[in-house]
């Protein structure tokens, strides 16, 4: 079955719905979905919260549901700061935590975290690399002039699931992850990418990675509605317009599933929805309508 998350409310929905990250997060959970997520932003002129306070918090008011990073950027980070925060927020939701990983954001994130923008790449391969030893509590060579490193409590290794839909991010996520996590891709840009990830499976010798797909529902809306929001989908991800009109998921929840069917059909095996239309919690009904089709 196709697993269904939600993407918590942002601090405008928040203060427009009196909707707090709490009731939100038990919400979500109460209604039977399979996790929970918030994206890692630092200064994009939006109002936004820091990801891991935020899923702190989220994970301290729920029991079951999984927390995800839609995605962590460990790069704008020390490194051994970032291994603390993930294995911090791992330990805090006993362990039930998936991260995204990411190494994007937009060059003003990098400049306000006063690191080069063209070093994203090497700095996330590198984290990658040495996040399992740090998690664990073992030693890293990643100090100055190759000190070794050494965090505690150790923890449970989250799973990895490597953010966008290139064929770098195809590769970090057979080589050194656990899942590739696309966003807003169509059904057959998902499925020529699991033919991609078995080829580089094959090649690294390690388990083809799992495919989760990030997307947009909006249930109920009209046409009017599905088009202003494919143009702020185009406009925000630089894509033409046509190709963002066919990605939000919209209708009733048996057409939404229907939708979600097919890319569970490509190989997808989770799902990790922002909602858009009318309130939070209806869209989040809607969607656990949809899951309880799937």
Do not use: C
């Not at 890319?263 to 009904?285: E, I, M, N, P």
Request: hydrophobic residues 50%.
């Amino acid at each position: 079955m196709l697993k269904i998350g939600v993407i918590l409310p942002s601090v405008d929905v928040q203060r427009t719905e009196h909707l707090d990250l709490r009731e939100a997060a038990r919400y979500a959970e109460e209604a039977g979905l399979d996790s929970i997520w918030m994206g890692d932003h630092l200064a994009t002129g939006a109002a936004t919260l820091d990801m891991t306070i935020g899923l702190s918090t989220a994970a301290a008011v729920t029991e079951r549901i999984a927390i995800g990073a839609s995605v962590f950027v460990p790069a704008i980070r020390p490194l051994a700061w970032a291994a603390k925060q993930i294995a911090s927020l791992q330990y805090v939701s006993g362990e039930r935590l998936i991260l995204g990983v990411g190494s994007g954001g937009g060059e003003e994130q990098w400049r306000a975290a006063e690191v080069p923008f063209a070093e994203r790449g090497r700095r996330t391969d590198r984290a990658l690399r040495a996040l399992p030893d740090l998690l664990a509590g073992k030693p890293a060579e990643i100090g100055v002039d190759g000190q070794a490193v050494q965090l505690a409590p150790a923890v449970a290794r989250p799973r990895f699931w490597v953010g966008n839909d290139s064929a770098v991010a195809r590769r970090r996520a057979a080589q050194l992850g656990d899942g590739w996590f696309p966003s807003l891709v169509p059904v057959e840009d998902v499925a020529t990418g699991r033919e991609h990830l078995e080829e580089l499976a094959d090649r690294f010798a390690r388990p083809v990675p799992t495919i989760a797909i990030g997307g947009v529902s909006a249930g109920g809306a009209d046409d009017a509605a599905v088009r202003a929001l494919a143009a702020v989908i185009a406009a925000g991800y630089g894509m033409p317009y046509e190709r963002a009109l066919s990605l939000p998921l919209t209708g009733t929840a048996e057409q939404v599933a229907d939708q979600l069917g097919r890319y569970a059909d490509a190989g997808a095996s989770h799902a990790v929805l922002g909602v858009a239309g009318t309130d939070w919690r209806t869209q989040v009904d809607h969607l656990a309508a949809v899951r309880a089709l799937l």
